[in-house]
């Protein structure tokens, strides 16, 4: 019973090359978050995905990043040209189709740590 | 903006203490309000959980207080153990889509 898997767990890149962090959800769910957090800061929502389509991006900046959750295969995340204000820890987070009233809620992965130098 | 508002950023509690954390929501929208622990280098993980059906749940040393008219909820440690030093983040959403955060609390228990 594997929850969220991310990967690469740690990676660094230099200025101007390409990020990108892969989210495998858990088990059945296939709504797929990805929130961001700066160093001594709260998780900022940066986007939410259904597969194949990108519900709510709102929190995405307006260039250079982009996500995708194809109909096979993990989510991505992706950041082009990557720079120094990039540097984060990315966590993405997934929760099951059915809501219910259950309390069902969203399961975080352990995140990706991402410096660029 | 910012939908949910936490409080205090930083919180420092002896041993044996209660520790209070409090957030505030605009959208009177949101049904759902779980609270998080972080460890460092670790990802964020469901602690409890309310919906506004209900003024106050608790597990084990963990409460929640949620008061709609205020629009105010709170997380309760009793018995706050060094353990607990973590971040604690409050979030709301409407049904569980486009979960929103407060900024987090640093807790430190000193022992």
């Known amino acids: 019973n594997a929850g969220v898997m991310q990967n690469p767990r740690h990676l660094v890149r230099r200025r101007g090359q390409e990020a990108r962090l892969r989210c495998s959800p858990m088990?059945?769910?296939?709504?797929v978050y990805w929130y961001r957090q700066l160093p001594e800061e709260g998780l900022k929502f940066m986007v939410y995905?259904?597969?194949?389509?990108?519900?709510?991006e709102s929190g995405m900046p307006k260039e250079r990043f982009s996500a995708e959750f194809p109909k096979e295969g993990p989510s991505i995340l992706r950041i082009q040209q990557v720079v120094r204000g990039d540097s984060a820890a990315y966590f993405c987070?997934?929760?099951?189709?059915?809501?219910?009233?259950?309390?069902?809620?969203?399961?975080f992965g352990e995140g990706s740590w991402l410096t660029v130098v | 903006q910012q939908q949910v508002k936490q409080s205090p950023q930083s919180l420092i509690v002896q041993k044996g203490g209660i520790s209070i954390i409090n957030c505030a929501y605009e959208?009177?929208?949101?049904?759902?309000f779980p609270w998080y622990q972080q460890f460092p280098g670790k990802g964020p993980a469901l602690l409890i959980a309310?919906?506004?059906?209900?003024s106050e749940k608790k597990e084990g040393r963990f409460t929640i207080s949620f008061n709609k008219s205020a629009k105010q909820f709170s997380l309760h440690i009793m018995d706050s153990q060094p353990g607990d030093s973590a971040t604690y983040f409050c979030?709301?959403?409407?049904?569980?889509?486009?979960?929103?955060f407060g900024a987090g609390t640093r807790l430190t228990v000193k022992p």
């Open positions: 987070a997934s929760s099951p189709r059915e809501l219910g009233i259950t309390g069902n809620t969203i399961y």
């Open positions: 088990k059945g769910h296939s709504h």
């Open positions: 995905l259904q597969k194949e389509n990108i519900i709510d």
């Open positions: 959208n009177t929208a949101f049904d759902y």
């Open positions: 309310i919906r506004p059906d209900v």
């Open positions: 979030a709301a959403s409407v049904n569980n889509n486009d979960m929103r």
